[in-house]
């Protein structure tokens, strides 16, 4: 096995039992929304400084690149976090007014 490189294959019943925590880990984030990003979508740019984002899609890069602000769109991650818009700051808030 010196040298040799070793392919390992998943069978149906492997990668059934190894369930979605396997494409979880190979989910990213959106530098500019926060939307998840699978394995085979996105748009990947680098900038001159070797510095790597990865957009969701050329919507997100188009805004990243005009300089707006996440936080002033209201379709980002960041908009529902800073006005509480998010899943679960709604979830604590129902909580508390039971």
């Not at 039992?17 to 680098?46: E, M």
């Not at 957009?55 to 602000?69: E, H």
């Not at 800073?82 to 007014?97: L, M, P, T, Y």
Request: hydrophobic fraction near 35%; glycine fraction near 8%.
């Amino acid at each position: 096995m010196d040298g040799e490189r070793v392919a390992v294959l998943l069978s149906p019943a492997i990668f059934r039992q190894v369930g979605t925590g396997f494409l979880n880990d190979l989910r990213r984030l959106c530098r500019f929304s926060g939307a998840k990003i699978y394995p085979g979508r996105g748009i990947r740019f680098i900038r001159s400084d070797s510095q790597v984002f990865l957009f969701a899609n050329s919507k997100c890069k188009r805004y990243s690149r005009n300089r707006m602000r996440p936080g002033k769109l209201s379709w980002t991650a960041m908009y529902q976090k800073q006005h509480k818009k998010d899943a679960a700051a709604e979830s604590v808030k129902k909580r508390s007014s039971d």
